[in-house]
């Protein structure tokens, strides 16, 4: 195993985008497989191209723009002292999860080869619900990201805990909604 996390953090050493896009791509993946295997229980089979549309979603976006924000945040406010912490995890959760809410849900729908309606019906409907369920795990997670995890390894961090999130995302992400026009005549 410390033959594995040796490997691990060289990788990251060399190439730290490329790498931390690969742990989020395996993240999502798996997570997605989670989701569809033992919570969704609608009897639907298992579908490859939404597991793959996630995985996509973590290599693509999740990734690259974690590696980036992160690196960033962590650029402005160095170290680890409490209010350092309670401002990173403020500024993730009042900043960064909406945005990051807007990018998943509007990845999907390019994906999937939807409407601007149809994304802007889906912010309406889940965004909130996205962002507000994020505060039960992201709070404490990122208090302690942010606390004792090196700046290095944060991906990596969250995306172990990703994993267990992205059932709900993906859950959230591929649940259908009426549209505004249905919602009026009901």
């Known amino acids: 195993m410390s033959g594995i996390w040796a490997k691990y953090n060289a990788l990251l050493e060399a190439q730290p985008l490329l790498t931390k896009a690969l742990t989020s791509l395996t993240g999502f993946t798996i997570g997605d497989i989670l989701a569809q295997n033992f919570v969704n229980q609608d009897g639907k089979p298992y579908d490859v191209m939404r597991t793959v549309r996630l995985g996509s979603f973590g290599f693509l976006i999740h990734g690259t723009t974690g590696h980036y924000f992160y690196g960033f945040l962590d650029s402005k406010l160095p170290g680890t002292a409490p209010m350092t912490v309670a401002t990173k995890v403020a500024i993730d959760q009042t900043i960064w999860n909406p945005i990051f809410g807007l990018m998943f ?54 995306n172990s805990i990703q994993i267990g999130y992205n059932v709900f995302l993906s859950f959230l992400g591929n649940k259908k909604v009426e549209a505004a026009d249905d919602k009026k005549e009901s």
């Open 105 to 158: 849900f509007g990845y999907l729908n390019l994906v999937e080869g939807k409407s601007f309606e149809d994304y802007k019906n889906k912010i309406q409907a889940d965004l909130k619900t996205a962002v507000m369920g994020s505060w039960a795990v992201w709070v404490p997670a990122h208090t302690i990201n942010f606390a004792f995890i090196p700046p290095s390894q944060r991906l990596l961090y969250i």
